[in-house]
């Protein structure tokens, strides 16, 4: 989930694994994206603990933020796209490193919305009785997308 939260917010740049003592660039790492983009298709500790005594997954307390930080980029998204003619002639034609990660984190997100931000998902019970819950629902259709102000400032 913190992993997911700090591309949301700011996407590749300084995130990095540490392991015996080196420090890897996720973005060294053959599908690192994949690997954290997909918190809410896990089982979270209390998922594998059949949310003893609890009334709500993890899962369903992260869903507010999680989509907060995805409104949060595709406002960014559309603020750059709209920026962008002006950096490129003061920069010669080249994005910034950052819009570049921020734009290759929203692309591989968008691609896969359903699967990283499901409607759905199943809460199981300590006593293993399983109930099916909203968990996004059609909430990300209710986002603006990156764009949609355009098409609105060329009527």
Known sequence: AE???HLL??????????????????SDI???LTQSIYVFNGNLTCCRRKHEGMAKCDKELLRTPMLGLWA????????DRKEQ?????????????????IDHVYEEISKKLDEVFPREFNF????GHVEKRQLFGDLLTRLPQPGDDQEEDGA
Not at 13 to 21: F, K, S
Not at 72 to 79: A, F, G, K, P, T
């Open 3 to 5: 992993q997911l939260a």
């Open 9 to 26: 917010a700011v996407g590749s740049r300084n995130m990095y694994l540490a392991e015996d003592g080196e420090l890897t660039p996720l």
């Open 30 to 32: 053959d599908d690192w």
């Open 72 to 79: 949060q980029l595709n406002e960014r998204c559309s603020l």
């Open 85 to 101: 003619p002006a950096r490129r002639s003061i920069a010669g034609g080249s994005q910034s490193e950052k819009l570049r990660r």
């Open 124 to 127: 199981e019970c300590p006593d």
